[in-house]
């Protein structure tokens, strides 16, 4: 909402109406284990936020397509682009949502197919209704008017692999039951958008598109999330040992928009934020002090940062009188996309997050510019330039407004990753560290302790990640494309998701467990100028049946040596057939002597580094893995390494310790 020309900056910011003095927040900032902090809701009543919430007609997030001279004074490349993507709209027809398809989910597991017709209508009505916003010739109307009524006639706006969640169960949407996940809601804010952008300008096609359109948004989004307690994104019954995830931030974002722009009843207005409030709360309340995402840094993008978007949203619509950007723990939850990066595209992916990841630039560095913090907006900027290609990217409406006002600011802004030299995420018991603070050049590593129930859970406590120069030598392969068994009893069937298939060992044939109960012990963690380690006793993650007393795993970086060594000591109830420690890698592997194995990804784009061993005690054997998922395939390549250091018959008392060198 910033970076507009100076001349008109001020009339959107929307900082008219009353601004109450906020609440105070240093009593609601509560540490690790005490009661929930409300921070956002912490102080308000429904009547009190009635008193500072902008009217719905005087509120102007943004330029409508009205407001000539805001639109006409962007800068004229930009104006371009826009267009033009508009324009790669016209003339083709809209694609079909089949109800054959939407079955698919329910018949076969796939989920891939409707979803990407359904994102393709989205996404071309956004670009046409951008263009029209720009040009104002009213060439691109008709199309808009076509892809409105489309998506009105929609039975439902969700996805297949979400309906399950209606009382007719799965299969196709029941239309008496209107169910709001995240594409429902996504959808719910684009119409609204669309509503506010053209406004009347949609009445010259039709007088009988808005009224459509503000009954549907109401009928699937408004009064449902109003009237119903039991969706459980919501977070009515969240607790610290099952919170609710990213779909709590990511649906009340766009149902705070849907609610501020087209509840006409100004009543249920405040009604419903202050319900979002209430709700966004049950997001935060569990959260680590430190603002760690056990999700992922690519789900942080639809966890913290629409966080971020509900706060701008508010801080808005309040003229600034609802402001929690000095809470430390919604700095500390921007922070952590910072935290997580490694170097270039390359992030920390444990769970099911990508090992690339490219954030929204404009978001990282307006959360940055709220919280005060030059290092993250440096970030975003590098984020937009390096990892963007210096584009404005596609994304929802209520993304992409900031970001074509912001647009000339971020541009002028000097891009640097931080590449942070020590993070150490309690919480969530992830710490990575690096030889060089500010520095790619050699070794990196990222390990995690935590349990085996988070959210987007892969069974996975004590596995590590490893870069050389910036670039995968060990890795965490990530998650192949959502199917109907990705959240579903089948889950841990699935290869990715198994502890055989991360960096660590299997025991007699047994691997991991999920479950709460299977989670780090006697986890310790120190970083200094010498190195960084992180240290746990793993046993527990592993089912009685592979009879083991105590796994201590400790893994270390030496700054000086450039080298990390994962040290195992375990001590067994029983005797055991074979350990076997997993290393996955996209690199190949060569042996270049006893103890010694050479991983050289260099010609792929990964890194190159040695793995070092006790030849006498650990055999190493290579396994390809062939890699036919297409996400997997955009990461990796078309396969992958499995290095298995294989001891045979071990004593009841064992330790071993294998380390990583750099090139």
Known sequence: MEGMPKTTRRTWLASTGAALAAPSLAALHQADGDKPRNIISGGWTEGRLGGVLI?????KPFPTSADRSVWDGLPAGLRKELVTSAEAQLGAPWPSLLASSFLEFARNGNRSR?????????????????????EAQGRFLDEIANGIWLTLEETWWGVPAHVGVQRAGRGLPDVNEPIVDLFAAETASLLAWTDYLLGARLDTVSPLIRPRLRAEVDRRMLTPCLERDDFGWMGWNASRTRPVNNWNPWINSNWLISALLMETNEQRRVAAVYRILRSLDNFINPY??????????????????????????????????????????????????????????????????????????????RAGRRIMDERLQAFGAFCASELGGGKL???????????????????AARPQAPLIGDVWLSGIQVMAARVKE??????????????????????????????????????DVGVETYTARTFSKQRYEIWTMQSAYHNLPTINGVMQHDGREFEARDVRYQADARGAELSMDIAKTYPAEAGVESWRRTMRLDRAKNEISIA????????????????????????ASPGELELDGMQAGFGKARVLFESGRLTPKVE????????????????????????????????????????
């Open 55 to 59: 009217a719905r007609p005087k509120w």
């Open 393 to 411: 990217r596609r994304d929802s409406l209520g993304r992409q407004l900031p970001a074509i006002f912001n647009y000339e600011t971020l541009r």
């Open 568 to 591: 195992d000591a375990c001590q067994l109830k029983r005797d055991a057939a074979q350990i076997t420690l997993s290393l996955m890698t996209p690199c190949s592997v060569r042996v």
């Open 114 to 134: 409707f979803e990407s017709v359904r994102s393709a209508r989205r996404n071309r009505l956004g670009d046409l209704v951008i263009g029209e916003c720009v």
């Open 624 to 663: 390809e893995v062939t890699v036919t998922d297409g996400h997997l395939k955009s990461v990796w390549g078309d396969r992958l390494y499995r290095i298995l250091l294989v001891a045979d018959r071990p004593a009841r008392t064992s330790a071993w310790t294998v380390r990583i060198a750099g090139s």
């Open 438 to 475: 500010g520095s790619s050049a050699g070794l990196y590593i990222a390990a995690k302790g935590g349990h085996n129930a988070e959210s987007h859970n892969h069974n996975d406590v004590g596995n590590f990640v490893v870069y050389s120069d910036g670039k995968p030598v060990l890795i």
């Open 288 to 365: 680590h002090d430190d603002g760690g995402c056990d999700e992922g840094p690519g789900y942080w993008s639809r966890a913290g940062a629409s966080l971020f978007d509900c706060l701008d949203l508010l801080h808005s619509a309040t003229g600034g009188a609802l402001d929690v950007y000095d809470v430390t723990l919604i700095r500390e939850i921007a922070r952590y996309i910072m935290r997580a990066h490694v170097a270039g595209n390359w992030f920390i992916n444990f769970a099911d997050a990508s090992a690339h990841a490219s954030p929204s630039g404009d978001l990282v560095f």
